[in-house]
């Protein structure tokens, strides 16, 4: 197990392309505050001396395949692979839950923002809801050093603690490269799962200034949300370079921030499944910051918005036999692993679908993608690339479980969530969305289609601590 115990390369490694092969193996209730990291920080990494091409996700343009695998591969896996379930919980780093797991890039120990070196503590079931803003992603990573978490945020678990997600890291594949695709926080992060881009937006619905006390998004014409304006290449230069900065750089990002109705129109994935014939729902536990969909005004006033349904529906289409061909599922926020919750009871509610997923006679041809939404303010230790103006963000858990995984690997490729759209795009033959998801790992590398397919590993639930107890 590697411990975080340098600073990390300088600033100008962090540019290079989101490729595999070239890139370096470097790499919510409070979630619409813009928190601050404690202490007096660090000199961040010197600035860039370059800089990416596409400082915005652009159009994607061309329905080549992504790089990474070969067309063997890609045909071995679209003879396979029949249902995506993309599974998202929340707010967690892969330090945080997998930094003393033995074959991964994990750290037991971080440097605080005053320079000290931190013993990452034992976390407990419940841990305080820490700043994850946008701005507070760019102070955590300050410039490439990852150092100035929040001070609370030096925690990780032990296989004790979450032993069930651990088996499923033992069994299948844990991805130890897996980035969250901006800086945070929630919304916006699941807008990416969506959509490849967030049309510019930074934050969530700004707090305080809606009527309903809820987040309604296209259906309230008076809420407004954090956005970069329209911007022209020079002034995004001076964006990206003050991201470099990290803490120093923030009171000037936000500076930069105009406030938008957050509806909006871009093309999403569903569209593309929808002009392949191809079958997809939304899954949409009750979460009023997870509403990707609520935001896309063509999906909101049209009937598309019939996919989005109530998570407790996906075990209802298992059994039915009407699973569609791509699933983005999420759980209500109290079991969305999301602090101050119970991380026990959220690892209860993946167990109990995983189990129903496996059971089903769907198992044989399905892949679930299990991941976490943006990195909650806790410690991780991997400098992310720094590919545009929006991320990359900290380094978030992945695990790939399939029949067709992989047994027990770790996978050091490069991921986000936009790898997860270029593998569905790969397997059901459909163009990228934007330069992100076509310039990305396709995660066929986690797969093994010439094995003996996995059997399920069907887990039992925990009983969990008491609050408070």
Not at 145 to 167: K, L
Not at 313 to 330: I, K, N, Y
Request: proline share 8%; aromatic share 10%; glycine share 8%.
């Amino acid at each position: 197990m590697s411990v975080a115990s340098t600073k990390p390369a300088r600033a100008t490694r962090r540019i290079r392309r989101f490729l595999p092969g070239t890139l370096m193996l470097v790499f919510a209730l409070t979630a619409c505050i813009f928190g601050q990291a404690t202490g007096t920080p660090t000199p961040s990494a010197p600035k860039a001396t370059a800089l990416p091409k596409d400082l915005e996700p652009a159009e994607a343009v061309s329905p080549s395949p992504g790089p990474g695998s070969s067309a063997e591969q890609i045909a071995q896996a679209r003879d396979h692979i029949k249902h995506i379930v993309f599974l998202i919980k929340e707010n967690r780093t892969y330090d945080n839950l997998f930094g003393r797991f033995p074959r991964g890039d994990g750290a037991t120990h971080g440097t605080a923002c005053d320079g000290s070196t931190v013993r990452l503590q034992r976390a407990k079931d419940r841990e305080p809801d820490f700043g994850h803003s946008f701005t507070d992603g760019i102070a955590a990573i300050n410039g490439g050093a990852m150092n100035c978490f929040a001070s609370g945020g030096y925690v990780t678990y032990a296989q004790a603690d979450i032993p069930n997600y651990w088996a499923y890291a033992e069994r299948f594949v844990l991805a130890d490269r897996f980035f969250s695709s901006v800086y945070g926080p929630t919304g916006i992060e699941h807008l990416w799962t969506f959509a490849s881009q967030s049309d510019r937006f930074v934050d969530h619905v700004r707090p305080g200034q809606i009527g309903s006390g809820r987040r309604e998004y296209c259906d309230d014409p008076e809420e407004t949300a954090y956005s970069f304006p329209h911007m022209a290449r020079p002034e995004r230069e001076r964006i990206y370079r003050l991201e470099e900065e990290g803490p120093n750089g923030t009171q000037a990002i936000r500076g930069s921030f105009v406030s938008r109705w957050p509806c909006f129109d871009v093309k999403v994935l569903p569209d593309l499944l929808d002009r392949a014939g191809r079958s997809w729902k939304e899954y949409r536990g009750e979460n009023q910051w997870v509403q990707p969909l609520r935001l896309v005004r063509h999906v909101r006033f049209s009937s598309m918005y019939r996919n989005v349904v109530p998570d407790s529906q996906f075990v209802d289409d298992l059994h039915a036999g009407t699973l569609p061909s791509v699933s983005w599922l999420t759980p209500g926020f109290p079991l969305s692993d999301h602090p101050p919750k119970s991380i026990c009871d959220g690892e209860n509610w993946s167990v109990s679908v995983l189990n129903q997923i496996m059971s089903s006679k769907y198992w044989s041809s399905t892949a679930v993608i299990l991941t976490w939404d943006d990195f909650g303010g806790f410690y991780d230790h991997v400098t992310p690339p720094h590919l545009d103006l929006y991320g990359l963000g900290p380094r978030v858990p992945a695990l790939i479980i399939s029949p067709w995984a992989k047994r027990g690997v770790v996978d050091h490729q490069s991921m986000e969530f936009a790898s997860v759209l270029r593998f569905i795009e790969t397997i059901f033959d459909l163009p990228p969305l934007t330069s992100r998801d076509a310039n990305t790992n396709d995660m066929l590398s986690a797969f093994d289609f010439t094995q003996r397919p996995q059997p399920g590993l069907i887990l039992h639930e925990r009983t969990c601590p008491v609050a408070g107890g």
